[in-house]
């Protein structure tokens, strides 16, 4: 079959190329529990088509998997999603979001290796399914930030409250968010890294 004058398309797409100007790269990882916003932020923030490993959940997981207050939804990450975005003409962040389902945690541990930071989405209706995956970053020691997801139909708390019941040092910062917006998604993301300097700045 003569492939000279087909549309098949090879190498990356012209606006997926890494930009010449790039000179240090951080990895960052987006956690949090099942139905959070984790697969939504990395897609509204991604300069590049963003890597998706959805799948369309089956009658299998019932039983197995948590769904409470996410019913409707119809299908997860199985493995990761994967973006990037350019924070100056210099820095570059690849991000790497997390399964939320927890029997696909056993995913994370590659997924944190080399991760600078990360960001932990949490969703006031359930909060309850941030606390182990707040306590896995504590207990590998990888600095993050929190942004509080901002679904229509969830309950606002104020900064202290949440902060208490997730049991929060008062240095981490926590951002609202919507995760489906692009501005806003950035917003967390310079908030990570403004945190991450700032920690950087005082050991040294």
């Known amino acids: 079959m003569d492939f000279r004058n087909s549309d098949t398309i090879t190498?990356?797409?012209?606006?997926d190329v890494l930009p010449t100007t790039a000179t240090a790269a951080v990895k960052v990882v987006i956690v949090g529990g099942f139905g959070v916003g984790k697969t939504t932020m990395v897609g509204s923030v991604s300069e590049i088509r963003p890597l998706t490993t959805e799948e369309t959940m089956t009658?299998?997981?019932v039983g197995v998997d948590d769904n409470y207050g996410v019913e409707s939804?119809?299908?997860t990450t199985v493995a990761m999603d994967f973006g990037r975005i350019s924070i100056s003409e210099?820095?570059?962040l690849y991000l790497f979001g997390t399964p939320g389902q927890e029997r696909f945690w056993f995913l994370w541990n590659g997924l944190f290796e080399g991760a600078l930071g990360a960001v932990v989405l949490i969703d006031t209706r359930r909060l309850e399914v941030s606390f182990d995956?707040?306590?896995r970053l504590e207990e590998r020691g990888?600095?993050?930030v929190v942004a509080v997801n901002t679904f229509p139909d969830a309950p606002k708390h104020p900064v202290e409250a949440l902060r208490s019941a997730l049991d929060l040092p008062d240095e981490v910062p926590m951002i609202d968010c919507d995760a489906r917006l692009r501005v806003s998604s950035r917003d967390v993301l310079m908030t990570l890294m403004r945190y991450l300097?700032?920690?950087a700045v005082s050991l040294g």
């Open 90 to 92: 210099e820095l570059v």
């Open 59 to 61: 009658q299998a997981g």
């Open 11 to 15: 190498g990356p797409r012209s606006e």
């Open 142 to 144: 990888v600095p993050f």
């Open 73 to 75: 939804k119809t299908a």
């Open 133 to 135: 995956v707040i306590g």
């Open 197 to 199: 300097h700032s920690a």
